[in-house]
């Protein structure tokens, strides 16, 4: 069995979360930083959680913090991993408008950290990095498909906090020939994504509205296209990244792209419901036109189909935003946006023999379903009155 260490650095967040559970699989010891928070954040590394008193762990926890140089070396110093995989970033393109000094701090002078303690700690030659570089680096289009050979354009914090990351990456490997490596992700989504991420927060949305939890979906902008594909393809991408005798750089993605408008409408199809969109701009709203009764009732169940007949009915008597199920709320606009990601995985099918399993359809199945089961969930806790957030009821 293989016994190799790996260090995950955001190993809470969704990527971290696939990418632990796959490596022990594999048979590797898995050592993870989280924060420290007010409250529980391993909700999504709970399953593989193992209590410290056992003798013996393949999941191990250490506090830190990509913005605290000692404490990240000090922690690579204890593990010696032979993989560190950084994964920890704020993540959020929309979010890094506002927090933008400290994006530049985790996001990119949190790479060189890790970089840097590798070096000066002497294990260039043992440990290799993996750095989860990203398709926002393309943001103003240049060309497409985009490859590991197109120019960047960074159109956020973000996307330039990782510009760095990259490119220090790119340095260090150079300049002292660490086994140091980009995988340049495509967006890469899950039923454990972040719910406040477009993809996340539509099949969330659906799923309560037909369960009669929420009336109106509001987003941004509804033209931008992403090409997605399933985080539990892109982490083995990641581990076969490392597993190559010289580090480089490869692009990961599924080649194909889809505006936010038909995500949504083939969100809204997965459980028999045809959404269609009308008006421009600010005054785009998607409306629900009619119900596959067959499927609904396969995939959500007959009991709530009336009331949301009923509200088929008095929509088509709205017009605008009245009876709209979709709307467009221009606080999600960006100050400058990525209007069309589209990956080409040439190098990385050829090199690394990656191959996606999912579809976007396979991905909006998976999506869908989770989030039709949690809410559901949430639902029946409502209603019999076990669920409240006010502890001081
Ligand atoms: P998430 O936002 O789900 O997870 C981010 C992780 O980083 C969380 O564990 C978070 O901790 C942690 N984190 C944030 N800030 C810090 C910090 N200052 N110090 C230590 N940990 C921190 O992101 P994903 O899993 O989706 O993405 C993983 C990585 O890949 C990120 O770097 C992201 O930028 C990049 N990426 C993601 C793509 C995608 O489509 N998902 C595509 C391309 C790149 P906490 O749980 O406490 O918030
Ligand atoms: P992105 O993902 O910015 O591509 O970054 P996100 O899902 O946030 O946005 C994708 C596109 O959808 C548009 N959009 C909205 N986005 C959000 N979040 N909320 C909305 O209501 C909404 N309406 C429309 C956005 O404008 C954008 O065009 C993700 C992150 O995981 C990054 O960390 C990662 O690097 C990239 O993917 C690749």
Redesign the pocket.
């Known amino acids: 069995m293989n016994m190799k260490t790996a260090l995950i ?9 696939y990418l632990a559970e796959f490596l022990i699989k594999k048979g590797y010891i898995v050592h993870g ?3 420290r ?1 007010s409250s529980f ?1 391993t909700e999504r590394i709970d399953h593989l959680y193992q209590d410290p008193h056992e003798k013996k762990r393949n999941l191990i926890l250490h506090y ?5 140089s000692m404490n990240l070396t000090r922690i690579i110093q204890e593990v010696q991993p032979d993989e560190i995989y ?7 393109v929309a979010v890094s408008f506002e927090t933008p000094e ?1 994006v530049g ?3 990119g002078l ?1 790479t060189l950290r890790i970089l840097e303690a590798v070096r000066l700690l002497g294990l260039s030659k043992k440990t290799r990095v993996y750095q ?5 680096l393309y943001g103003l289009v240049q060309e497409v498909p985009q490859t590991e050979k197109t120019p960047f354009y960074p159109r956020s914090p ?1 996307g330039v906090a ?1 510009l760095y990351g990259y490119w220090i990456t790119v340095n260090y490997r150079e300049a002292y020939g660490l086994h140091a490596s980009n ?7 899950s039923p454990i ?2 719910e406040t ?1 477009v993809t996340r927060k539509i099949t969330r949305a659906i799923a309560r509205i037909v369960l009669g939890m929420q009336e109106t979906l509001f987003l941004g902008n509804l033209s931008a296209q992403r090409d997605w594909g399933h ?1 539990k393809d ?1 982490v083995k991408a990641m581990y076969l990244i490392l597993q190559q005798d010289q580090p480089d750089d490869y692009v990961i993605a599924t080649g194909v792209t889809t505006t936010i408008r038909d995500l949504v409408t083939k969100a809204a199809a997965e459980i028999g419901l045809q959404i269609t969109f009308s008006g421009k701009g600010v005054q785009e709203t998607g409306h629900l036109t009619s119900i596959d009764e067959k499927i609904f009732n396969e995939k959500v169940g007959g009991q709530y189909l009336p009331a949301l007949k009923n509200r088929l009915h008095s929509a088509s008597s709205l017009g605008g935003h009245e009876g709209a199920l979709i709307a467009v709320d221009p606080q999600y606009f960006r100050p400058t946006e990525v209007d069309l990601l589209i990956g080409d995985a040439s190098k990385a099918r050829k090199q690394l023999g990656w191959e996606p399993q999912y579809n976007l359809a396979a991905l909006v199945n998976d999506m869908m379903q989770s989030d039709i089961n949690l809410m559901k969930k949430d639902s029946y806790l409502r209603d019999g009155g076990y669920r409240t957030l006010n502890y001081f009821e």
């Not at 830190?64 to 605290?68: C, H, I, Q, S, Y």
């Not at 989860?132 to 926002?136: D, F, I, K, V």
């Not at 995988?183 to 989504?189: A, P």
């Open positions: 650095t955001g190993i809470t967040g969704q990527d971290g979360a930083i989280k924060r928070a954040n830190g913090d990509l913005t605290d950084n994964l920890a970033a704020m993540s959020h400290y701090n985790a996001d949190g989860a570089s990203t398709s926002e973000y990782k995988g340049i992700l495509f967006n890469h989504e994504r972040g991420f985080a892109y």
